[in-house]
Structure formats: C-alpha cells, structure tokens
C-alpha cells in the first residue's frame, strides 16, 4: 500500500501566477503566461522568465489517501512547539517536506534543500499540492530571462517498525553540501541570564568558570557573547552597528584574545540587516523606521560581510546571526500561511525571488566568515542555510524566567528536528538557562537530555550561581556534551508534542517534564 499519489507522474494540474494573469494546464509537462514558462521534468520544477512578473506555481497530484493516515510537516523557519503528527487538516501549511505514516507504511515527500522558492505542502484526503512562491517580497519577480530551479521533489516510503528511525533515513536524502562542525559543540550562552546585562567582566569571569569546569576536556567549549556587546544595545535598540561595543565591552578584540587564553573559544552574536551606522546612505534600506537594510541593494551585502570580517577579525570562532527571517519577511514564521512574507515587504529590486535574496545573505555570511569559524543560524530558515551554516538554532527561545517555555519549545524542536539533526547541520535545541526562576529539578532534566542527545549543548548560567551538586552535574554535562554520541530517539514522538521518553545508546530515560 502506498500513501501518496505517484509523484514520478505528470502532475494533475499545474497551476501558474503572474501578474499578467494565470494558467492552470491539466496533464501536461508545463505551461506558460507571457514569457514566463514552467517545466515538470523528472521530479524538478523549473520557471524561466523574462518580462514577465512571476508570483507562484502550483502542482497537484490526485490520489486518494488512506483514511487513517496521519501527517508530520516541518516550519518555515524555526518550530514554536508546534511541530506535531496530526489527522487530516486540508489547510495546515508543510514547508519543505512531511512524513506520513498509515498502518506500518512510512513516507516522506519533501524537496531538496536550496531551492530557489519558497515551497510548502497541503494534503488533504484526495490529493497532495505543492505551493511554489517565486515572488521578491511581497511582489513578484521579474526574472530577467533567469531560469531558476523552483524544487526537486524526494520521494521516501518504506515499511517500518520505527518511524522515528525512518524519518532519520528520509531526511538524509534532502539536503547536499551540507557542513558540519569538526567535533561535538557546546559551552556557555550568557542570553537567560543576563538578557541584555552584561559585561566584559562578566563574560571573562564566566569563561573563567567554564575553563575549570572543563579542565582536560580535549574538545574545548565555546562561551558566546549573545545580544548585549553592541554600541547601540545601551539605548535599548537591538541593532548594530556592528564594529565595535559599548561602554561595558569596549575592546572587542582584547576580551577575545582573553577568553581564548582560557581555553574557551570566544562567539559572538549579531543580527545583519539591523544596523543603523550613521555611515550608512538611506538607500541601503527596506524600512527606513525601523533601520532594516535591504539585502537586493548594491553594496548592503559587502557591508554584512565587513562586519562579519570584522568580528572575525577581532578573534571570535562562533558567529551567531539572528533574526534574519523575521527581518527580510517581516513577521516570525508560525503566523505565516502559503505565504511566508508580509505584504508591506518591498525590495529595490526585483530580479530574484525571497528564497534567492535569503540563500545569498547567507552564503556572503558564510563566506566571510571564514573556515576556522563556526556559523550558528538563528530565526532563520534550516532548508535554504545547508551548506551556509553549521549549526541551527531549531526552535524558538527557551527560557531562564519560565520553565513551561522551555519544555514547550526546547522539547519539542530537539525531538522533531532530531532527524534533519546530523544530515542538514547539528541542530540546536537552544540553551539550559539556570536561574533562581526555574526549578533546578527541572532544569537537571533538560540538561541530561541535551547533553545525552548527541546535539549541542549550550548553557546560560551567571558566574558563581551553582553550588555543590549542581556544580558537579553541570560539569558531568558539559563532559558528557563534549565527546560524539548517537542522536537520542524521542520514543513517544508519534502521541506527545514533549515526549518524555527518550532512548539513548546506554538504554531509555523518562524525564518527568511536567
């Protein structure tokens, strides 16, 4: 029994927008409006346009599915403990790809990672559609005769015993050129304690710490210096510039030099497209109020990669970039439908589609970067970053205030993100933040599971905070964290949003989340 259509067939319909109108062909290869032109080929959808403004292509295989089927789809950008298998629901939108399991019968129908649309899934009870935005913001693009690869579409099925294990082998067939961290990361992110608080001194006295808790440890910790170090951050603007810090870090490149005489690689967090430098000319900007650059004018782009340089420069070995989806769509992307961008969303120019515009701020990242620096994406999005970032932040924050935030978000992202974990990037759940305000029984629990996982392991905890046990159970997890371990299988992932139940290579664990 298969679940899906044959996607290897022709699609049913095809389904084109443009500005100057749309087409629907029934059964057949392609179809066209004006000078704009869609292939079905082997599994690869192409658009080639010249004049003609392009918005979406729509595909759609008929096939009666199996009633009891059930469905699991992936985020745009980053889970908010939302990711889950569902019944059949017509209208929930599955970028990138999904898995469905009916009976034993596991599937998976997804496209390979880089495309140059934005692509979602819908499956509803007699069919599957394949949404293919082409447009540049909220308008649509005008290609300039470019032909651009829409999607690649994979199809998976097999019969299993383990559907979790059979979602670890379908996603490995997504992605291609993707980059990895040479060993296991982990360390400090001072982010849920110090939210915006901090200082050179501080940060040293924490790399301090982490240096003596991992004493002998082969495979050295990083501490990040997350949003608090930039000039502007004392005004309460999140922005750069980017180039140097405040009042509180006033040689960037000094406390690097110290951190790494620790033995603690130095990272540092920065969020690209918000910068108000007074250097900057007026046109470098989307939104001109809020100080958001436009990535599609010349120059903004060498700009991005100076600051990155620059950070580089100063001796930081872990990049960690934020916000820019929310940035270049305006909006985070669980309140976004089909449509990952908000309609007040206007590039100067027109010539690639939003996917095109996101791979190349993030390969200019990348590139500047360097080879002996990690990059750790963070709101931005898994399927179009492989091959440009090492790490991804899967999930939405966790919390040093609120444990229900953590268990929803931390949870959640670790176990469904787990099989993307190790073939797209290393994947990371976001930190154990360890404050007064979250119980340490519960916290100890969240710190097993990711330092067991095989995934990332960073923590944020104030310099001095723990004591006694606590101590000596941080500092088995960081040794824990420190060494490769198979990817933990979250048991109970098919009936719980926040599986409890968790196998690893030495047996299973229950943790008691609630």
């Known amino acids: 029994m298969s679940i899906f259509p044959d996607i290897t067939q022709l699609p049913d319909s095809i389904e084109l927008e443009t500005d100057d109108g749309s087409a629907v062909v029934r059964h057949g290869p392609g179809i066209s409006v004006g000078d704009a032109c869609v292939l079905y080929d082997n599994a690869r959808v192409t658009l080639r346009a010249d004049k003609t403004p392009v918005r979406t292509v729509v595909l759609r295989w008929n096939g009666r599915m199996p009633e009891n089927s059930r469905f699991c789809g992936d985020a745009w950008e980053r889970g908010y403990g939302d990711l889950e298998w569902r019944g059949f629901v017509p209208d929930r939108v599955m970028p990138w790809f999904f898995y469905a399991l009916s009976g034993d019968v596991f599937a998976m129908l997804g496209v390979k990672t880089r495309p140059d649309a934005l692509c979602s899934f819908t499956c509803d009870k007699d069919g599957v559609s394949l949404t293919l935005d082409v447009t540049c913001g909220a308008d649509a693009a005008v290609l300039g005769g470019m032909t651009i690869l829409c999607a690649e579409l994979v199809f998976f099925e097999e019969t299993t015993g383990d559907p979790f294990l059979s979602a670890v082998r379908a996603a490995a067939l997504l992605p291609e050129g993707a980059v990895f961290p040479d060993a296991p990361v982990y360390g400090y992110n001072n982010w849920y304690y110090a939210y915006g608080e901090s200082s050179a001194k501080v940060m040293l006295d ?277 060494v490769p371990a198979p990817a933990a299988e979250p048991l109970d992932f098919l009936n719980d949003t926040c599986p409890s139940s968790w196998r690893f290579s030495d047996g299973i664990v229950n943790y008691d989340w609630y």
């Open 206 to 482: 924490s790399a301090r710490e982490l240096s003596e808790l991992t004493d002998g440890l082969a495979n050295r910790p990083y501490i990040v210096i997350d949003d608090c170090w930039q000039k502007e951050r004392k005004s309460g603007f999140i922005g750069g510039s980017w180039r140097e810090g405040n009042a509180d870090f006033t040689d960037m490149a000094s406390l690097a030099s110290q951190i790494s005489q620790l033995g603690v690689k130095p990272g540092l967090w920065l969020r690209p497209l918000q910068n108000r430098s007074p250097e900057l000319p007026d046109d470098f900007y989307r939104d001109k109020d809020d100080f958001i650059l436009d990535p599609t004018v010349p120059g903004v782009l060498e700009h991005i990669a100076e600051d990155v340089r620059t950070v580089t420069g100063w001796g930081y070995r872990l990049i960690k970039h934020d916000y820019s989806t929310c940035d270049i769509t305006g909006d985070w992307g669980f309140r976004r439908g089909k449509s990952l961008v908000c309609e007040n969303v206007h590039f100067r120019n027109r010539d690639r589609t939003t996917a095109q515009i996101i791979k190349d701020l993030y390969s200019v990242i990348f590139g500047s970067a360097g080879k002996d620096c990690l990059v750790l994406g963070c709101n931005t999005i898994g399927h179009l970053g492989v091959g440009y970032m090492q790490l991804n932040r899967t999930g939405d924050d966790t919390s040093g205030r609120e444990w229900a935030r953590t268990r929803k978000m931390g949870v959640n992202t670790l176990a469904f993100r787990m099989p993307q974990h190790g073939s797209f990037w290393f994947a990371d759940a976001d930190c154990v933040g360890i404050t007064d305000s979250v119980p340490w029984e519960k916290n100890r629990q969240w710190l097993d599971l990711l330092s067991r996982s095989g995934t990332p392991l960073f923590v944020s905890v104030a310099p001095g905070f723990l004591k006694g046990t606590q101590l000596e159970e941080l500092k088995a997890a960081l040794a824990s964290a420190s």
